[in-house]
Structures are given as C-alpha cells and as structure tokens.
C-alpha cells in the first residue's frame, strides 16, 4: 500500500491530525536592536545540524558578527552544552573584546537563563596597574544601571584609590552619580558609597550590608587582593559575607599573583559564589602543590577574566636611572662599625652592640645607615625631625657611637639628600615637579626641612583622610596632593610606598621620581612606578625614575636584586597569564627581605663578600 492511497482513505474517514505547536522561545527580556551599527556591536549565535557519514548526530555551533558577517566561530561537536558555549564566547571576549548585544534565538539545544546569568556576573578584571580599571568598571556600571540591574555600587578600596573613584566619575559621566565617603553614616541620596577594607567589621559592616540590601547594588572590589585570605582574614570573611547581597559582583587587581593557587579561592567566590573550587583544577588546590600549577590555573580560569598588560598600554618606557653616591667620613664610620669591619676609631661597647639589635631588622637597620645614620636615633612621633647644620660642626675628640649617632645631623648632611636636592633643584628650574620616595617616615620629616624652599608636599601613614575643609592647622593626604598638583610654588611630594604606592593617578602632574631608598621588595617598588608611569600619559612624555645608591653598602646589593625581580615580574605583566609571585597587601604588607636569595645576599655582604 503505498502513500497515495493512505492519504485517500485518511481523508474518506475524516482523520485529522493534530495541530503542531509553535515551539516557545525562552525570553529574557532584554530588548535587542533591530540592526548591528558598527563592528562588535552585535553578534548572532546559533546551531546547525548535520550527520556524519555514519549517521551520527552532529551539532555546529556559529558565531557571526551581524554588521560585517563575519564568521567568528564555527565549532563542530557531538554535543553542545551551555558550558561550552560559555567557553567559545568568553576566549571570543578574550581576543575581540565584549560585543554591546549577543542575539540567539534561545532554543532548547541550551539554558538560556544559565548563559545569560553568566554573561551578566563575568567580573574580574586583572589589568596591570596603570591600565584604566576604574574607568572601565564606571562603564560597566552604567550599562547595568541603563538596563534596570542595579541602582547604586558598594567600592571598597584602599584609602589612597579613594580620590581616583571620586575624579573618574567626573570624567566619565555627564552628569556624575551621588559620590560619598564612608564616615559611620551613609547619607541617603548616595549612589556610589566608598569604604575602605578596615571598616569592615562591626559596626560598620552591618550598616553598609543594610544600605546594599535595601536597593539593588553592584559591588566592587578595588585591590582585590586585599581579600585572598578568604574566611582566614578579616576583610576576606567580610567580602564573602557581602557577596551574596549584591546584584553584581567585580574584582579589580593590576596584582592578582598569589602565594599559591589557593589564593585565588577567595577572590572567584566573591564573584561566583561557592563556585570557585569547581573553577580551579583539585590538585592545584592542594597544600603544597606540584610544580606547574599555575599554567593549570591559568587554563582553567583564562574565560573568567580580562587583563590588559604593560606592553597593551603602548607607553613610552620610562628612563631608569641608577646614581651611585659616595659616602665618607662619619657615615662610613658608622657604616662600617655595623658590618663588624670599623677600624678601630670607635669603642663599639657591648651596650652598643645590644642597642643595634633591639633596633629592629638588620636589613632596614643597615638600610637606615645607607641612608641617613641619623634615622639610627629612632626619633618618634614626639621628637622633632632632624635640622642639619651647615656648615657642619666638627666631630669631637671621643665620643661614642650612641652619641655620635644621635647628633650626627650636627656633623654631617647625608650625601643622598644633597644629590636629591640638587636634583630638585634641577628639575624645578626647567618647570618639572619631582615625587621622592623613602620608606622612613623620618627621611620623609627631614627632607622636608632641607627642600623647605621648594614647598614640598607630604604624604604618609600619619597624615589623615578628611573629605572637605580640614579643620585649621590639619594637613591631610586630599590637601597635600591637592596642593602637589595645582600649586606652581610646590615642586615636591614626599611619600613612603606603604601609603601611596596604590590608586594615585599622578601622570598629569609629575613626571620624574627619585627613590631614596628600597627595599627587596620588588612588587612594593613595582607598583609605585605606576603612579606616573600609567594611562593617558601623552605619547613622547619623558618619564624618568632615579635611585640613588650608597656605594659600597648594601643599597648596591638591592639595587641589583630589585632590578633581577623587576625585570622577571615586568615580563610576567606583560604575560596574560597570571604569575605565582607575591605582592603585598595590607594585611602582609610585606617583608623587605622576601626569599632565601634575598637573604643570602644580606648575609654575604655582612661578611664583606662584595
């Protein structure tokens, strides 16, 4: 019986089939525009099906830019999951950038919701210092807030990135949101609230995680790995808690190179909650895990995140200037005296002896000769910073050590800050402004006084956050900057690394810096390069950074082991892959010696293998 008379003897008895129903499409309420504008505006995916030869089933997904029809991607498999689109879309991101819509007709070959939520939490950002992630999260923001997502952001960050927060919004909006620093109260028209990782504890925390849940918020984290302890430290308990409260989650770190992959748990879980250990490969996770790690960690979690690198940047190399200095007379003295190598013109007594050791590490102790022997005093907060006297006073016949220490500012002026005062000099004459670094809050103090004409600006730990007028008399870090920018009359900063070496954009205003002293800690060193070494610095901008080294101390030996960390890690930056190198943060801000090279180094030099 062939078809023909089937059909005949359907239709004699009045058979009817029934009606095909129109498959329903998945919505998800986002509106999409009727044509692509330009490239990467829209991009359309979808899936066609084939057979092989066998007649095996066989799916290909496609990938096509609408505006110049481009194929982006075609990918053939047995089966299509919507974990493997995931992946072809996020390496598509990695290379062409987010397109503004992606067009599917959501049928059942995948979970549309799924994809979609994915798409909306991707937010980790791992750009190199300097790379504009403020920016780019302003824009993120207002995308989320234009489609109806979210209506205000939770920034934590450090207190130093605070001002960057409050000046890119003026940049970045035309009519900038609500900006309000977090003081123990939030005003109620704020839209963009600023707290820093040290107010989360009681009672703040339960404040600023009532404001959140009261109106959808997008949460971001400014130096994300602030946080890598996880439920192990203060601030990371805090950060996980606050996760789940938010409409959208982001992490921002130009520094994400951890310990160990484990480090990583921490900042995945604030953005995809509890899903981080199913991101990263099990045997990367382990206490002590094998060598190559990282190159898993890196495979695994490459969809997951952006990173623009140094070399991305297109800036000009800044001019790095190593300047031997040479001490003499009684810096070298005392100097010697403390590597056991004196000859004989003091009576190192065993007091003395004692006096060096309780004064704190070898390392800053002989740095702090290197430098300026009269930071040996310990001067504290109470005691005013040393005047030298010029001319200098003649050493009397006798004295102690301990004596000749606390008055050397009598009888000598370190030859590091008469080199840098004639750098200033220098530069103030041909209208540049110049920022000096030292990790001593003292050498901060005394400079002050020795390039008083200059008018310098100051910034350290000790000089307090205060939004608005300071009341009279108070300097504080928003003045000091302030003033380091728009006075013609201020041709100097003087900063430490521990409180300014993140989130300070100064590449407008300076562009040379002179490093007084370092430390082995090359991450330290690294990101204070970027303050004015950074985006938007005009190309052919001569960016010039000097360090000034006592010869024959231990200045050379951390000159010439900070240049070997900085060169591996500035490759490494350069690299889209994370690195398994630590940078500090401020809960382990950081050791100035930082490995057993570091050590072997110090240890050589005390026993004059120079």
């Not at 606050?242 to 409409?247: G, H």
């Not at 031997?324 to 003395?352: K, P, T």
């Not at 690195?579 to 050791?591: K, R, W």
């Amino acid at each position: 019986m062939n078809h023909k008379r089937i059909e005949r003897i359907w239709s004699e008895y009045g058979f009817t089939l029934p009606a095909r129903r129109k498959r329903k499409k998945v919505r998800t309420g986002q509106s999409v525009p009727v044509s692509a504008n330009c490239p990467n505006h829209v991009w359309t995916y979808d899936f066609m099906f084939d057979a092989t030869f066998g007649g095996r089933r066989m799916k290909v997904l496609t990938v096509i830019d609408e505006f110049t029809r481009e194929a982006l991607a075609i990918v053939p498999a047995r089966s299509l999951t919507a974990s493997a689109l995931k992946g072809v879309l996020a390496r598509l991101f990695a290379v062409r950038g987010k397109p503004s819509t992606i067009r599917s007709d959501n049928g059942p070959e995948f979970i549309a919701f799924e994809l979609t939520e994915w798409l909306e939490a991707q937010g980790a950002n791992f750009s190199v210092p300097g790379a504009g992630k403020t920016t780019v999260c302003y824009a993120v923001h207002d995308a989320e807030r234009s489609r109806g997502r979210v209506e205000q952001m939770l920034v934590v960050a450090p207190l130093s990135a605070f001002e960057a927060w409050e000046t890119e919004a003026d940049s970045c909006f035309c009519e900038p949101p609500v900006i309000n620093r977090y003081d123990g109260s939030i005003p109620p028209n704020t839209q963009v609230l600023l707290t820093n990782y040290q107010r989360l504890r009681e009672p703040h925390i339960s404040r600023i995680t009532a404001w959140v849940l009261a109106r959808p918020t997008h949460i971001v984290l400014d130096e994300a790995h602030r946080m890598k302890r996880g439920g192990d430290g203060e601030w990371g308990r805090a950060c996980l808690e606050l996760a789940y409260a938010a409409e959208r989650r982001d992490i921002l770190t130009g520094t994400p190179a951890p310990h160990s992959p484990r480090d990583l748990l921490a900042l995945f879980d604030f953005v995809w909650p509890g899903q981080a250990n199913r991101m990263l490969p099990q045997i990367a996770l382990q206490p002590n895990p094998p060598a190559g790690s990282m190159e898993l960690v890196n495979e695994a979690i490459k969809p997951f995140f952006v990173r623009t690198t140094k070399r991305e940047l297109g800036l000009d190399p800044p001019l790095l200037h190593t300047e031997m200095v040479s001490i003499e007379g009684l810096q070298s003295e005392i100097y010697d005296a403390m590597r056991n190598r004196y000859a004989g013109m003091f009576d190192l007594s065993r007091d003395d002896r004692l006096l060096f050791a309780q004064m704190g590490g070898v390392m800053m102790y002989l740095l702090e000769a290197a430098t300026n022997p009269a930071l040996l005093a310990k001067r504290t907060a109470d005691q005013p910073a040393a005047s030298f006297v010029y001319p200098s006073l003649a050493i009397p016949v006798g004295s102690s050590l301990s004596e000749l220490i606390r008055s050397y500012h009598r009888h000598e002026i370190p030859p590091k800050f008469i080199r840098l005062s004639h750098i200033v000099d220098a530069n103030a004459k041909e209208g540049r402004k110049t920022l000096v670094w030292s990790n001593f809050v003292g050498n901060l103090l005394s400079l002050e006084r020795v390039l008083a004409p200059h008018q310098p600006a100051l910034v350290y730990g000790g000089i307090p956050s205060i939004v608005g007028p300071a009341p009279p008399g108070v300097r504080t870090r928003e003045g000091e900057l302030k003033r380091f920018r728009a006075d013609d009359a201020c041709h100097v900063l003087l900063a430490n690394p521990a409180a300014l070496a993140e989130g300070v954009s100064l590449h407008e205003t300076c562009h040379d810096a002179v490093y007084v002293d370092r430390t082995f800690n090359a991450g330290q060193y690294l990101q204070s390069l970027d303050r004015i070494h950074r985006l938007g610095l005009p190309p052919g901008t001569r960016t010039t950074m000097t360090f000034l080294v006592s010869e024959g101390t231990i200045d050379q030996r951390v000159d010439e082991r900070v240049a070997e960390k900085a060169h591996r890690l500035a490759g490494m930056l350069n690299d889209p892959d994370l690195v398994e190198m630590a940078l500090p943060d401020d809960e382990d801000y950081g050791e100035p010696i930082e490995d057993e090279q570091d050590l072997r180094l110090l240890l050589g030099h005390l026993h004059g293998d120079d």
